[in-house]
Structures are given as C-alpha cells and as structure tokens.
C-alpha cells in the first residue's frame, strides 16, 4: 500500500485499532476492533463517526457573481433542478453522458455565492476534469485540497454535534449551513448515507483531527469504517457508485426517477439540455427495459455482487445480476440489488445461482431498513 494516499486522520485511525485496507486510491478503515457487524448496530443504536476525506471536495464560484449562472451553467452536465434549489439546501444528482449513461452520483448545495459539490471518490479526478472542461466559461471551478470530511451518523448524532456546534440542532434534512468550532469554520449539511439521521462535516485539515478526538468523545459516539459503511447504505436502498450504477445504466434504470425534477423533465420549465436527455426523456415517459430493484433471498444465505440472477429454478438464460448483496445485521437477513427486466414487479420470485444451487430470493421494496430523517 506503499502508493495509496492517506487521509489526514490515517494516525488516528491506527491509534483506534483500525484494520486498513486499500479503497478509491487511499489506505482507509474497513473496521476497528468492534467489528463489522457491532459497528452496524451501533450507529442503527446510537452514533457512528466515519472518515469519509477521500471524497471529492469542489467550489464552483459563479465569475458573473451571480449563483444562478452557476446553477444553469451546472444543469448542463445534471439531469436535476439546480437553478430551483433554495439557499442554505442540498440535493442528490449525477454527471451523466451523451448516451445517457452515469459517470457519478454526487452531491451538491446552494451555499448563497457559490455551489459546493460533493463527488465520489474513485471518480472525483475525472469529475474535478469534467467540470473544468465544461464548466469555465461560467465558473471557476476550485477543488478543495485543506479540508477533511466526516460523517456522523445515527440517533444520537444531533445531541453530539450540538454538544460541540450550538445550531447545528436547528438544521433539517438535507440544509447545509457554515458553523464555528473553536476557531475552524465548519461547513455542515444532515444528510449521509446510512439511512440514518446525522451529517457530513468538512473541517480544515488543521483541526480534523482534534474535532474527530471531541466527537469520539461525546456518549455514544464510536468509530466506524467501511465495512459498516456498505452494509448500512445497502439496508438504506443507496446506490454504491461503480457497483450498482455506471455508465452503462441510466438514472431511470437505476430507479432514480425522485432525483429528476419536473423542472427538467418534458414539459418544464427547463426540460432536457443535458447529456443523454434524449434517452432519459424517453425512459422517463416510456419505461426502462430494465430497473434496479431490490431483492430478499429466501433462508440466510447471501447472494453477492456478480450472482446471477434467472426467471425459473431450472433451465433459461440469465435475466440479470446482482449488484450489491450481504447479509443486514439490522434486518437480520439477507438482502441484495439487481438489474431485472421492468416487467416483474414487486412480489415475484427469481433465482439467484449461489455456488451452483439456485436459490430463491423476493422482489421487495427499498429501504430494506426504514430511514429516520429529520424532516
């Protein structure tokens, strides 16, 4: 691991116990000595810190100082309203391409005079280099390289930031707001990804650490890493970038039909004009010949990512596969996403192919966990 970067928390990390592992070119904790499935509950429970700074952090500054030039200049590369985003709020969105395919599901949060976005990853290169290419004319496009993110996720996450951060209390699901924090400025929206209620934190490099060290030791507070971090968001329905959406699925497809607003779909205010509306006009109209859906495997056996999926217990051709599976600590059984053909609808049974057997699983609803938002 000699050539993956670090985080700026890495020492504190491997202070707590952290097992590292390589992810998204950064060495980062897969669990702490909890382990996967106590960290799970604990969040569901009480309040989970996670180290989230290998995300992609960017400021798009308007260069007419005017933020709605920078929201319209963004809806060329977003199949979402931009432009209608209220002040001090967040919203979930995705880059998409000329064949109407996903280069990455993101973030991004009107902050008054400037857009904040927040990319995943593995992808956040390629979206700093997306952005530039289209967006420099309207924008000037600043990542931010001094800042490290956290999430702090679960029932009792409000009670310990406030503790910290008088007001951050006062904000709802999906505000984003500026608060201080012994001389830092914390940039704060309550949102995450574990189904839970809670927020993701960016804070100067100068103070991460010491701002991690005071939430870790607030009542109920625990480290958190990956492990967790996957199994949390897969009980939450969430998609996971590079597994269950890419550029070979569509936002329609990927059964992310909430995340497009009237304003930009046929008929608004501001219909199509970004990559691939054609064929997300279309699916949105028509229908997809295939949907993300979730699934429930029958017994206690998990069907992981690659499975393939059929329509019969013997014979036939595969209808799809499984994107992301394991096994829900919160749910107590097991619990995956597939790519199925749009016609089978919520109730079927299919076959997920498990080391040679096939196995029945349900079509069921997502989340798998109810979500606990502060709305």
Partial sequence: MADLKRTVLYDLHLELGAKMVPFAGYEMPVQYPMGVLKEHLHTRAAAGLFDVSHMGQVILRPRSG???????????????????????????GMFTDEAGGILDDLMFANRGDHLFVVANAACKDQDLAHMKAHLADACEVVPVTDRALVALQGPAAEAALAALVPGAEAMRFMDVAVLPWQGASLWLSRSGYTGEDGYEISVPNAQAVAFARALLARPGVAPIGLGARDSLRLEAGMCLYGHDIDQTTSPVEGNL?????????????????????????????????????????????????????????????????????????????????????????????????VRGKRLPAVIAPMPFHPTSYKR
């Fill in 66 to 92: 005017r933020w709605q030039d920078a929201a319209l200049a963004f809806e060329r590369l977003v199949p979402v309203d931009v432009a209608g985003l209220a002040e001090g709020r967040q919203r979930y």
């Fill in 257 to 353: 039909n909430w995340a497009i607003q009237k304003a930009r779909r046929a008929g608004g205010a501001r219909a199509g004009g970004f990559p691939g509306a054609a064929r997300i006009l279309k699916e949105l109209a028509d229908g997809p010949a295939r949907r993300r859906v979730g699934l429930r495997p029958e017994g206690r056996a998990p069907m992981r990512e690659g499975t393939q999926v059929y329509a019969a217990a013997v014979g036939g051709d595969p209808i799809g596969a499984i994107t992301s599976g394991g096994f829900g600590p919160s749910i107590g059984a097991p619990m995956a996403m597939a790519y199925l053909p749009a016609s089978l609808t919520e109730g079927a049974t299919v076959y997920g192919d």
